[in-house]
């Protein structure tokens, strides 16, 4: 099983790269990937989105040690998905308080992919805007930019928001599966080329398997969109693709 991940800048943006992604292993056969999309109009959203990737490591870290001691635990993919939620949940409002941020320096998208190797089964969430394909069907999440942010609901029960939360899509036997931020429908001709070769880049990078053997497949990918075709996203874009 191959991970491939990209972040770039868009093309409007010119001080930071709001966008951030993870992947990091849980123990030794649960895989979880992540990416933010910090909100433009709101306050340093390239923290928000930081913010939420490094805690979200911190405990992919500590549930790892944890399992050591728990060889017995059968936990299912939703299961382990939504404990990673609530204790990320858990973080932020601390940080939030210790901090004492403002809620729009908290304010980004989150699409969250929790896979177990050894089930061959997953379950990804969407908090926000995203674009999610699994082995060949794409499904884009999409909410007229104004995204419902894991920050607005901070004061809330965690129970009743997860309960709420409708974008979530279950899988099994995974063979290739991609999630990416709003920013991967942005790409737009930037300069002129010497050919007349069309492509469309969402399929390019979600489909096409070419380089696969590297592990900048993805970076490589968006080299020849910019470089070949002339092509390079608007928006900031985060991008992880698992290939069995």
Do not use: W
């Amino acid at each position: 099983m191959n991970i491939y991940s990209a972040l770039q800048i868009g093309d409007y943006h010119i001080n930071h790269c709001e966008d951030f992604l993870i992947t990091k292993k849980i123990g030794s056969d649960k895989i979880l990937c992540a990416v933010m999309d910090g909100c433009s109009t709101a306050m340093e959203s390239q923290f928000a989105s930081a913010l939420f990737g490094k805690i979200l490591r911190k405990i992919c870290i500590e549930k790892g040690y944890k399992e050591l001691y728990e060889t017995e635990k059968n936990s299912d993919p939703e299961e382990d998905l939504k404990a990673v939620l609530k204790e990320l949940f858990k973080e932020i409002s601390t940080v939030k308080n210790h901090l004492l941020l403002d809620e729009k320096e908290l304010l980004t998208t989150l699409t969250v992919l929790l896979y177990d190797t050894k089930k061959d089964k997953g379950i990804i969430i969407c908090i926000g805007d995203g674009l999610v394909c699994i082995n060949g069907k794409t499904r884009e999440f999409e909410r007229d930019n104004k995204p419902d942010y894991l920050a607005y609901h901070l004061k809330e029960n965690f129970e009743e928001f997860y309960f709420n939360q409708t974008q979530k899509i279950r899988f099994s036997k995974l063979e290739d599966i991609s999630i990416a931020t709003d920013g991967i429908s942005s790409f737009i001709p930037i300069k002129k080329t010497d050919h007349n070769e069309k492509i469309n880049p969402t399929d390019y990078l979600l489909y096409d398997k070419s380089n696969i053997e590297s592990e900048e497949m993805l970076s490589l990918k968006l080299k020849k969109l910019e470089h070949h075709y002339g092509m390079k996203p608007t928006d900031d874009l985060a991008i992880i693709r698992i290939i069995k």
